[in-house]
């Protein structure tokens, strides 16, 4: 069942006097109970938009969101209906949701008893048990969040989430903050609480490194669009549109070989003038005559798999097979 799910999301920006910034042009993406759908693509793609919209913080300007089969109800600001509790997001800055000036054990408990989740004497042990589940001391409750390292407080910012026991989390960027060894353990833990409390989890990232770690699925966003989904296997072993290529082919190698920045020539463009027909073909280097002209539909090519280009709508399959790497059929 998909626990989540945005159809064909529109979000415009609008601007005093400046055309319009259409940051989400139409992309749908759903998200099934207990799995992790990792959504990366370059700054400036929409995936923050698109986070905050999944989140229920803010309405599309078309478009639908489901959550748990029912559509969000519209942010305002009064309470959210109970059921979205269990639709939680995590940011960046911890400091999003936890206040510099309170203890961590009254920041967690208040977190419990918004939500009108447990009686009061149960509330401590439950702070007890939420520190647990982010690899925490119960020592913290005592704790300021600036006594943490930054690893250690997007632990906090979890758990402050967790409080809520959520369903699924929306994360936007939980580990672009933080050194290596911290993202790597922080990867971890929502790999486990994946598993051990069944939370979905849309795990936003500029980093595909660091997604196809934990993500089951992953889906590629480009200037507003969703251009390539699949199961991260799929998608890096064998990616189909030339910009989920390119963003491979960017990532250092372990092996010192460095990145070929090449296959990702100029930035993102403005999304108040996107480019006509494919918006990525302008940085394509497999760009057709028709790329400039008509843009493709995201159509599914198997069974997870869906892109959005032309060189490989069904009967650019039969006609143009050099454009796929080889053995491109073979183990899909
Ligand atoms: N509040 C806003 N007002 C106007 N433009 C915005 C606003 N927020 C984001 N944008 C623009 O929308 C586009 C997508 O931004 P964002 O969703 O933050 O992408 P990402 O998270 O992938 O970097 C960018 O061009 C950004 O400048
Ligand atoms: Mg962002």
Not at 258 to 279: F, H, N, Q, Y
Request: glycine share 6%.
């Amino acid at each position: 069942m998909n626990l989540l799910e945005l159809e064909s999301v529109e979000v415009s920006y609008s601007r005093r006097g400046r055309a319009p910034v259409r940051a989400v042009a139409g992309a749908s993406i759903d998200l099934r109970q207990g799995e992790i759908v990792g959504l990366v693509g370059e700054s400036g793609c929409g995936k923050s938009t698109l986070a905050r919209v999944a989140a229920g913080l803010i309405s599309p300007t078309a478009g639908s969101v489901r959550f748990e089969g029912e559509a969000l109800a519209t942010p305002s600001r009064r309470a959210r209906p109970r059921r979205e509790v269990r639709l939680q997001m995590v940011f960046q800055d911890p400091y999003s949701s936890l206040n510099p000036r309170r203890r961590i054990g009254s920041q967690l408990a208040d977190a419990i008893r918004i939500n009108n989740l447990l009686p009061p004497a149960e509330r401590e042990r439950r702070v007890v048990e939420l520190l647990e589940q982010v690899g925490l001391p119960a020592t913290a409750i005592h704790s300021f969040p600036h006594q943490f390292s930054g690893g250690q407080r997007q632990r906090l910012a979890i758990a402050r989430a967790l409080a809520a026991e959520p369903t699924a989390l929306v994360l936007d960027e939980p580990l672009s903050a933080l050194d290596a060894s911290a993202q790597a353990q922080v990867a971890n833990l929502l790999l486990q609480l994946c598993r051990e409390l069944k939370i979905a989890m849309l795990l936003i990232s500029h980093d595909l490194a660091i997604v196809r770690q934990v993500a089951d699925r992953i889906a590629v966003m480009y200037l507003g669009l969703i251009v390539e989904t699949g199961t991260t296997q799929q998608l890096w072993t064998q990616p189909r549109h030339p910009y989920t290529r390119a963003l491979i082919e960017a990532i250092p190698h372990a092996d010192g070989l460095g990145t070929k920045p090449e296959s990702l020539p100029g930035e993102v463009p403005d999304p108040a003038r996107p480019p006509a027909g494919c918006r990525f073909h302008p940085r394509c280097a497999q760009a057709l005559e028709r790329c400039a002209v008509e843009a493709p539909s995201l159509i599914p090519l198997d069974q997870e798999r869906t892109v959005a280009c032309w060189l490989h709508t069904p009967e650019k399959h039969e006609a143009n097979p050099q454009s796929l790497d080889r053995g491109a059929f073979a183990g899909d």
